[in-house]
């Protein structure tokens, strides 16, 4: 008897939790009318969804945009913070350390605190409408380096000593022993990035003010606050902008679990 | 001693490569968050209308006070963060459990579904949480063929409903999120804690809140800290909730749904900007911050 209802607990939070993607997936196929009506079935329509989409909006370029951003803020990201964590963690000193807790106390202050010193910065920079100004902002990021930290303390140091008594240089240590044995970390990191990046809103609210800059995630928004939306239209969009992380999330599943929980157990 | 001397050149060299692999990342950090800041501290004590700048020390933090739209974004946010992060993490701290029973059946399906929500973008989710609970949307229609309702609920048309509606999006779209942090920390409790205790005759429920709940408090405490900072930054749900979202002239009905950030947005952008006091209130923010922060330290003991 318990047993069911615990399995009744599970499938209800399973419903739950799938079924506004298979909801999406089906409005994508179906007029605005049904879409509001809550139609479950499949319609005739996706065809002619995604054409409105990618002729009356510029869904092509805003999807361009958005992997632009994403991508190089991943590199970016990756690069800087990784590198950054292994400073912290493999040459330890007592004044880094009070520059690392300055970074872990930054990560309490909400970004609103920050948002309109940054936006006149950006605009004094002549970088508004750029999108640098996403990438920029958001390569030292300081979870990222943190959890870059947290992997890298059990990394076995006597490879590092192995190697630089085989003379090797610090640098190329980093680059060519330490990078590809992680792999896991930057997997995980990686689909964090790019989900912050694709996914973020406020900030490219702000910052890009053309049409022709933005993303998709600000496609979107605009599309649903029209005077009369094209429901069908936005969940073709929906699914579009979802695919990706979805996709990256299930192909890189298993390193970000584990880097998730890597970084928590410390 | 001779190698005394090697020794510290090699420390020094060490030190060195130190610093020179945290330099990029701490020009970026310094230029675009700590300078920000600081520098919004400076702004909050400033009155900006236009382009001319006067110094007004507190009298922004006193003028908050008497400022009825700050009350009301406070009151809103307030709410939501009371009401939904318990709601959401006592959720995920229950799944969690359940699913650490490896007796469980397609443990793996029920975790990757439940987490599936964690990768939707934020705005995607709000837009199609706003479809669904339209007064002649999908769940309004379920609800009344089940006969649950006779009435259509005015989910987004009603201030309190509005309300309800941002939790349940809330707590769908994370739940599942803080449920994988908890699982990877019930991994860590070895199971002779529990068969010692199911020996003592401790059902399941009293091991739950005496073995489970002690043990995972440190990350309770953490999730709920990392939970209540997002509450507070509530801003992407309420914006594309409400009718006409970044040019709507109310956030919700009657404003129910402005918060602190959709406030500080609306000082900066929708009005005649006024950065000084908008740089204010987001300081109020910090403050709200720190403060909850040191309480659920307090509460939880000097454990970490």
Same mark, same amino acid.
């Given at each position: ?48 969804? @995604?054409? *409105? ?9 805003? =999807? %361009? &945009? ?5 991508? $190089? #803020? ?39 605190? @920050?948002? *309109? ?9 002549? =970088? %508004? &409408? ?5 990438? $920029? #902002? ?129 | ?304």
């Amino acid at each position: 008897m318990k047993r069911i209802l615990v399995y009744a607990f599970l499938i209800s939070a399973f419903v739950i939790s799938v079924f506004p993607f298979y909801w999406m997936v089906v409005g994508m196929t179906n007029s605005a009318v049904d879409v509001i009506k809550g139609k479950m079935t499949f319609g005739g329509q996706l065809f002619n969804n @995604l054409k *409105i989409l990618f002729s009356s909006y510029d869904m092509a370029g805003v =999807l %361009l &945009n958005s992997l632009k951003i994403s991508g $190089l #803020t991943v590199i970016g990201t990756l690069i800087v913070a990784s590198m950054a964590a292994y400073g912290f963690e493999m040459y330890s000193s007592a004044s880094r350390e009070k520059v690392y807790s300055i970074l872990l106390l930054s990560m309490m202050v909400p970004f609103a605190a @920050l948002m *309109i010193p940054l936006f006149r910065l950006i605009v004094k920079l002549g =970088l %508004l &409408n750029k999108h640098s100004a996403l990438i $920029l #902002t958001s390569i030292a990021s300081v979870f990222i380096i943190f959890f870059f930290r947290q992997s890298f303390k059990s990394f076995p140091k006597e490879i590092i000593q192995a190697a630089r008594v085989d003379g090797a240089g610090e640098f190329s240590i980093f680059f060519f022993i330490v990078i590809p044995s992680m792999k896991s970390t930057y997997a995980a990191a990686a689909i964090y990035s790019f989900m912050t990046s694709w996914n973020a809103y406020l900030w490219p609210l702000i910052v890009l003010q053309n049409d022709k800059q933005k993303t998709v995630t600000l496609l979107i928004s605009s599309m649903s606050s029209a005077y009369f939306p094209e429901y069908g239209v936005i969940m073709a969009a929906i699914v579009i902008a979802t695919l990706p992380i979805i996709t990256v999330f299930f192909t890189l599943q298993k390193h970000f679990v584990q880097g998730m929980l890597g970084s928590v157990k410390q | 001693m001779a190698g005394g001397a090697a020794s510290g050149s090699f420390a020094k060299s060490q030190d060195r490569y130190g610093w020179l692999f945290v330099t990029l990342a701490l020009i970026l950090f310094g230029v675009f968050l700590l300078y920000p800041i600081v520098y919004s501290f400076y702004l909050s004590t400033m009155s900006s209308k236009g382009v001319t700048q006067n110094f007004v020390g507190l009298d922004n933090y006193i003028k908050l006070f008497k400022d009825p739209m700050f009350i009301l974004a406070l009151k809103n946010t307030i709410v939501f963060f009371v009401i939904q992060v318990p709601i959401m993490l006592f959720l995920a701290l229950i799944l969690a459990t359940v699913l650490n029973d490896k007796t469980i059946k397609f443990r793996g399906l029920f975790r990757t579904a439940i987490f599936l929500p964690a990768v939707t973008s934020l705005v995607a989710y709000t837009i199609l949480f706003k479809m669904m609970f339209a007064l002649d949307g999908f769940i309004n229609t379920a609800l009344m063929n089940l006969h649950i309702i006779k009435e259509p609920i005015p989910w987004l048309l009603d201030p309190v409903w509005a309300k309800v509606t941002v939790i349940i999006a809330l707590t769908w779209r994370w739940t599942g999120y803080n449920m994988v942090f908890y699982l990877s920390a019930l991994q860590n409790i070895p199971e002779e804690i529990y068969e010692a205790a199911e020996i003592d005759g401790a059902g399941k429920i009293r091991r739950f809140f005496q073995i489970t709940i002690p043990a995972l408090k440190p990350l309770i405490v953490f999730t709920s800290i990392m939970s209540t900072i997002g509450t507070l930054q509530l801003f992407d749900e309420p914006m594309n909730l409400s009718q006409g979202g970044v040019t709507a002239s109310t956030i919700g009905p009657g404003n129910s749904l402005l918060t602190l950030s959709v406030y500080i947005y609306n000082l900066c952008f929708k009005y005649m900007p006024n950065f000084g006091y908008a740089a204010t209130v987001s300081y109020i923010i910090v403050f709200i911050v720190a403060i909850l922060t040191v309480i659920q330290f307090k509460v939880a003991g000097d454990r970490n």
